[in-house]
């Protein structure tokens, strides 16, 4: 609002070593106010651990003022972990050595609020008769139990805390730290636009500050749950929250200003081009900018909110529909932590939205007992709700006038269900999901993740859901936290312009066939799902996708088909100076839809594929002509000697073959030959009981130097059938020889 800084002689960054998205952002917007328009502008960075000649540079080689400050010295202790022991034992191993070797109160720092709980109970049994008291220290806690761990004590007091305590608290007393080396932070996946909480190995930079804290009153010491090892192969410093963080607010921010490329601007550590990208196509969604990254006039109403541009639309829907007292609420009670907890091994009541059982408890009509409240989240979203009131009150009274009898929503009261799941559906347009199965815990949502629904939502068993609090999770599919149930007609009143009508062809496996499904769909999600007709050219790609799938195998190749591309193969290779088409199985794959294609109307299924006319399919690849050729250059029988028709084998790839019975071939010298006599036939010359008894291409050389060997072996076997001393000039015959006496 005060794009110059009028007024404003300096601006200073403490603790910037934190590295949080709005102070990089905020330094990068002085640094151009300062070269554009305020060259007067002084910038002051500060913190205790920072690579300050990185900043130096990026301030135009600024000067680097350095104070030590008063500090103790404090002795470092490496405890490495050699027998992969579980981190709280470890801990209350070390608190222990640490009681009996120091003096002091200690501060332990964990990742998390499950590992201090865990820690916790392991001690309390062990000092529960010792003069030392045992205080948590992490964000859930009430100001109480906060301010009892930060307050000095008559005695000497363990700490168990997160990261909170790096720098952000002073507490007095403490001598000793003990640090685990281990943080819990949120990483966001611009891929599937989700959050993750992960366990991450703290870096040195952190490891000193941790250190620093049993140096300030006194030298001390700090114990390290890990090896020297392990401290010098830490990354320097934390990655940057613009490197991990979502960063859809900041793509807002400066969209507002003017840019619309955040890459232009001098970074300190430029901001990913995947977190970018996924950046700005959120925002397209929510209707804050254009195509062009240009905002549009509700992105520039959403930048004014101090909101994710989530919770600001969501806020901006609230004033259109009268709801903006509601609206506040529910962006409280999504931006500060949750209100609710529920008893380990509690079952959650069934509710219609997760997030309306919160806004219940959070205007009294729901209060729930005192031990089911976090207090210390339930004042910090009181104290929100109150703020975003007032911002969309201000904004309603100019906007339009509030009527009478929606004063009591104003003032954040009579939510309904489906009023709620509206304003909802502004904020999260693309967390929209269908249930996979009846009974399923598992859902598809809009933007193609999976995701199963938490035992922790009172949203069960409901076919269309919109996941509200989703986080990646660690097996592949997120975890949804909070839900509310939707409805289809509510979808397509608040989603409209979202819903594609697409018609889906499918191969199901089951049943062996194509089926259609006519589908509404937002993204991913399907609202709406029927079968329907298949047209021809509706199965003709799935069908042709499973043809070659199975390698063509389906299809009922026996007799003709696999002759025909014998025949042409022999062809091809007789005459190559001739255009005869490549008819292989590889070029037929490849070729599937031209020459197939045609050929499978009418066909939905498996059982079908044996009616389909593939000979007629696979002369299609040749002209009229080569047809003519083929039929004379490549026969699919020949006329032996007896007077029979035989036919000729194609299947071989050692050639044609002509299985006939020895004795239909006597008096023929020359072996019978095809494409012009380019090819001769591969002769199975065969016993009275079919079977070979010579195979050859030189049917002169058998009657010469092979006949009478095998006249030897098979007359006593075959005394019928006629083994003539001269096969030369002995009558060809099918028949024994007692049918030839009979037919002279």
Not at 208 to 215: D, L, P
Not at 361 to 371: D, I, K, V
Not at 509 to 516: D, H, I, M, P, S
Not at 593 to 622: C, H, I, M, Q
Request: aromatic share 6%; hydrophobic share 40%.
């Amino acid at each position: 609002n005060d794009p110059c800084l009028e007024g404003t002689a300096m601006v200073i960054f403490d603790e910037f070593h934190e590295r949080s998205l709005q102070a990089d952002l905020a330094l990068d917007l002085c640094l151009e106010v300062q070269r554009e328009v305020r060259p007067d502008l002084r910038i002051l960075v500060m913190s205790a651990t920072l690579d300050g000649r990185s900043v130096a540079t990026l301030l135009g080689d600024a000067p680097v003022i350095t104070s030590t400050g008063r500090s103790f010295p404090v002795e470092e202790r490496y405890l490495e972990n050699t027998d992969h022991t579980q981190l709280p034992v470890r801990m209350c191993a070390a608190i222990r050595r640490a009681l009996s070797e120091t003096e002091g109160d200690i501060l332990a720092f964990l990742p998390g609020s499950a590992e201090i709980r865990a820690c916790s109970a392991l001690l309390a049994d062990e000092l529960r008769s010792s003069p030392v008291s045992v205080s948590p220290l992490y964000g859930d806690l009430s100001f109480h139990e906060q301010e009892k761990a930060v307050q000095p004590s008559s005695r000497r007091k363990v700490v168990l805390a997160t990261n909170i305590a790096e720098t952000s608290l002073t507490i007095e007393g403490v001598q000793v730290v003990i640090d685990s080396g281990l943080s819990r932070m949120v990483r966001h996946d611009p891929a599937n636009g989700m959050n993750r909480l992960v366990t991450v190995r703290e870096s040195r930079a952190s490891a000193e500050q941790r250190k620093g804290r049993a140096g300030r009153l006194a030298p001390g010491v700090c114990y390290r749950l890990f090896g020297r090892h392990t401290f010098d192969a830490m990354t320097a410093f934390s990655p940057p929250e613009i490197t991990v963080s979502d960063l859809s607010p900041l793509v807002l921010e400066l969209a507002a200003w003017g840019v619309q490329d955040p890459t232009s601007l001098s970074w300190l550590d430029s901001p990913p081009i995947a977190s970018i990208v996924a950046a700005k196509e959120l925002l397209f969604d929510l209707g804050a900018i254009d195509r062009n990254g240009l905002p549009t006039v509700i992105g520039r109403r959403m930048a004014e909110f101090p909101v994710h541009p989530r919770l600001a639309r969501m806020l901006i829907r609230g004033m259109d529909l009268g709801l903006a007292g509601a609206a506040s609420c529910l962006a409280a009670l999504l931006a500060e932590r949750d209100i609710l907890r529920h008893r380990p091994g509690e079952t959650v009541p069934a509710c219609e939205s997760d997030l309306l059982e919160r806004y219940e408890a959070l205007n009294g009509s729901e209060r729930r007992p005192g031990g089911m409240i976090y207090e210390t989240a339930f004042r910090a979203v009181e104290r929100a709700a109150s703020q975003l009131v007032r911002l969309t009150g201000k904004r309603v009274k100019v906007q339009r006038a509030v009527p009478a009898e929606e004063s009591a929503i104003e003032n954040g009261r009579n939510l309904g269900a489906e009023d709620a799941a509206r304003l909802l559906l502004a904020a999260y347009p693309d967390r929209i999901a269908r249930q996979r199965e009846e009974g399923s815990d598992r859902y598809l949502l809009a933007n193609g993740r999976g995701a199963r629904i938490s035992r922790k939502s009172g949203v069960r068993n409901r076919p269309l859901i919109l996941a509200v609090h989703v986080d990646a999770g660690d097996k592949g599919e997120g975890i949804i936290h909070q839900a509310c149930a939707l409805t289809e007609d509510l979808v397509r009143t608040e989603c409209g312009d979202r819903i594609v009508k697409e018609k889906r062809v499918f191969w199901d496996t089951g049943q062996e066939r194509v089926l259609a499904l006519a589908e509404e769909n937002v993204g991913a999600a399907v609202l709406v799902r029927r079968q329907t007709t298949v047209s021809d050219d509706d199965a003709a790609p799935v069908l042709l996708s499973v043809i070659h799938d199975s390698g063509m195998e389906c299809l009922g190749w026996d007799g003709a088909p696999t002759q025909l591309l014998g025949r042409v193969r022999q062809v091809r290779q007789a005459f190559p100076e001739e255009n005869w088409p490549d008819m292989g199985k590889e070029r037929l794959l490849e070729t599937l839809p031209e020459w197939l294609g045609p050929f499978l109307n009418g066909t939905r299924s498996k059982r079908d594929f044996a009616s389909v006319d593939l000979l007629a399919a696979l002369k299609a690849f040749l002209s009229w002509e080569q047809q003519r050729l083929l039929d004379e250059r490549a026969p699919t029988h020949i006329t032996v000697p007896s007077g029979n028709r035989i036919g000729i084998d194609y299947k071989s790839d050692d050639g044609p073959v002509l299985a006939v019975k020895l004795q239909e071939m006597f008096g023929l010298g020359d072996t019978p030959a095809i494409a012009g006599g380019r090819v001769k036939l591969l002769l199975h010359l065969l016993s009275p009981a079919r079977r070979p008894v010579q195979v050859t291409r030189d049917l002169r050389g058998f009657w010469e130097n092979g006949y009478r060997e095998v006249k030897r072996e098979l007359k006593g076997r075959y005394p019928k059938h006629p083994w003539p001393d001269d096969p030369w000039n002995a009558v060809p015959t099918a028949k024994t020889s007692r049918m030839l006496k009979k037919r002279e």
